[in-house]
């Protein structure tokens, strides 16, 4: 059979299983999403082997994997799909979203390094603006699979930091951060730090780099890390230093971001992270900020998005009131050195 043939009795619906399958990585579980039953789509499955050559889901332990093959073709059928939609229904190239009558679910998924304020700003910001959306705030793991959720449309938007965002995905820079060391107090680097000092408000950059405060010893000190947000990686921090040949001596990882402070005001633990975050706990805890020796890059935080939601109107309107907290955060002075900046996507 010719290729134009084959591309001939290629009817929509089979582009819809692809989709399916790829992103459910299950005949069961696409039969069930397609309201079909688990033959009709293993022949189905069959079928698109068949036309394109390749074998879409392969058998991994006890579940199936996509193929790198089938992984490039989620975003071309996601677009495929969405483009007959709008093609075929005028209402959805019409309708424009309407906040304050509103009832959709919007479900972000995003980690709490950059403010532990920012979400609950980001929440009454939505609910004042849009008093009847819903929504479900789900956190970046190791066993969360963003990019494949945002492909079948599970999640609107991820919002975190990454030194590379996927290039498959549309982004958004929310701002940029300074990266400082959390310390306790009575840690020694922050008690040589602190000599000739008054009061928390004057920074400790200079003082602790004069006081020996060097990359060495900061390599040796005992740190504590967020566990990495996707399998297979080391985070943000660890990933420059092993660009730069260096490594640190992670003792403590915890899922709980918010803790780690908690965490560092009682041990000798270094916390690495941006200035903002750090900022939130000084006048709280006892705890104080200090330069980072090893020479870092900003720390930028980025909200990403699919093809699946670029044209909503609604999922444009959610990215920009997140553009809009993030720009607040920078315009109000929430951050102590002004590290902070809010961009267009």
């Known amino acids: ?28 579980r696409a039969a069930l999403r397609l309201q079909s039953t688990q033959p009709a789509v293993s022949a ?10 390749d074998p879409l889901l392969v058998r991994a332990g006890n579940g199936m994997q996509p193929t790198a093959a089938a992984l490039q073709m989620v975003g071309p059928a996601a677009s495929v799909l969405q483009e007959t939609s709008r093609l ?11 906040p304050s009558t509103s009832a959709e679910t919007f479900r972000i998924a995003a980690s709490d390094y950059l403010d532990p304020l920012f979400l ?10 849009a008093p009847r959306v819903r929504l479900e705030l789900l956190p970046l793991s190791g066993d969360f699979d963003y990019r494949r959720s945002l492909a079948s449309g599970a999640v609107n938007l991820v919002i975190g930091n990454w030194l590379e965002p996927p290039e498959e995905l549309h982004l958004g820079r929310l701002m940029s951060d300074e990266i400082v060391c959390l310390l306790a107090e009575d840690h020694p680097v922050a008690r040589a730090a602190h000599a000739g000092r008054a009061g928390k408000a ?23 890390a967020p566990t990495p947000t996707h399998a297979n990686a080391r985070g943000v921090i660890d990933d420059h230093l092993h660009g730069l ?30 200035r903002l975050f750090c900022s ?66």
Request: glycine fraction near 4%.
């Open 1 to 28: 059979m010719s290729q134009r043939a084959d591309f001939d009795h290629i009817e929509l619906h089979l582009v819809r299983v692809l989709h399916t399958l790829i992103t459910e990585r299950s005949v069961s």
């Open 44 to 53: 189905q499955l069959k079928r698109l082997r068949a036309l394109t050559g």
């Open 88 to 98: 075929f229904n005028p209402r959805s190239r019409s309708v424009a979203f309407e």
């Open 120 to 129: 609950p700003e980001l929440v009454a910001r939505l609910k004042k603006t």
């Open 202 to 224: 004057v920074s400790l950059a200079r003082s602790a780099a004069a006081r020996g405060w060097t990359q060495d010893k900061y390599l040796a000190c005992e740190h504590v």
């Open 245 to 274: 040949g260096l490594a640190r001596d992670v003792v403590v990882r915890s899922a709980h971001f918010s803790l780690i402070p908690l965490m560092v005001a009682q041990s000798l633990l270094v916390l690495t992270t941006g």
């Open 280 to 345: 939130r706990y000084v006048d709280s805890l006892p705890v104080c900020i200090v330069r980072c020796p090893v020479p870092f890059p900003d720390l930028t935080y980025y909200q990403l998005w699919h093809d699946l939601s670029h044209a909503s109107t609604s999922a444009r309107w959610l990215r920009e009131q997140v553009r809009e907290v993030a720009r607040g955060l920078a315009s109000h002075g929430m951050l102590r050195r002004g590290k902070a900046r809010a961009t267009d996507d």
